[in-house]
């Protein structure tokens, strides 16, 4: 079965340290990989997708991911953590199987991401 | 910028009404979706919907429809509400998946 697994309920960074947010998979196929990010009481904004092509993904707000097929990881980084960075972070990724020809994202549980002045 | 609207942003119902959640997108996105999201669940999907009157059952249907009668709106209705249908529940839309999918801000919805 398609899944996508965000192994950290919460993460703590000091505001200016390198923050990771993990995230893993298992699907058919190539994947498409996705990140959103949800302040409180707001729907999820996009913040930066894999389809193909360079590993490396740079997205909103400083965000940057890596496709790492081998360890089938995706995780979200940025170089200095800004408080405003706390917030709700998903992992997505296209399952081929599931919602007709396009396939639908499969959500991550969500990392809650805590930055400290 | 695509814009997906959602009707109310907090709602409060009474056990047993009957009730409808709305969804606007305007940028004529073919997909649209509704989830619900519950604090350690996730997003969980209800329903989704690849064209006018198609509906696809998601993950959790119980207890809930939707309707589609035109391209830009998607409504989701809660026959009976329950207690248990206390959540965030938010609309997406989407052009195609390779395009990731945009948000609405999300109706909190309590039921009493």
Redesign the interface.
């Known amino acids: 079965a398609q899944s996508v697994a965000q192994p950290e309920d919460q993460v703590n960074v000091a505001e200016g340290n390198p923050l990771t947010v993990k995230c893993t998979y298992s699907v058919s196929g190539n994947p498409y990989l996705f990140w959103y990010v949800q302040y409180p009481n707001r729907g999820l904004q996009f913040l930066l997708k894999y389809i193909t092509g360079d590993n490396l993904v740079k997205g909103s707000y400083g965000f940057e991911a890596e496709f790492n097929k081998s360890q089938t990881s995706f995780h979200l980084k940025k170089p200095s953590a800004l408080v405003s960075d706390s917030a709700l972070y998903f992992c997505a990724v296209r399952d081929p199987n599931y919602g007709g020809s396009q396939g639908n994202l499969i959500f991550g549980k969500g990392t809650k991401l805590s930055v400290k002045p | 910028d695509v814009k997906?609207t959602?009707s109310s942003?907090y709602l409060v119902k009474r056990t047993g009404e009957k009730v409808f959640l709305e969804c606007v997108q305007d940028m004529d996105h073919e997909?649209m979706?509704w989830y619900r999201q519950d604090p350690?669940?996730?997003?969980r999907?209800i329903y989704?919907s690849?064209d006018v009157k198609m509906k696809?059952k998601g993950d959790i249907p119980e207890g809930y429809s939707v309707s589609r009668e035109k391209k830009e709106r998607f409504s989701l209705i809660l026959e009976s509400a329950s207690t248990n249908q206390t959540s965030m529940y938010?609309c997406?839309s989407s052009p195609?998946?390779?395009r990731?999918?945009?948000?609405?801000?999300?109706t909190?919805l309590t039921v009493v």
């Open positions: 997906v959602q942003r997909n979706f350690g669940l996730g997003l999907l989704f690849y696809e938010l997406a195609g998946t390779r990731g999918y945009t948000f609405g801000s999300g909190r």
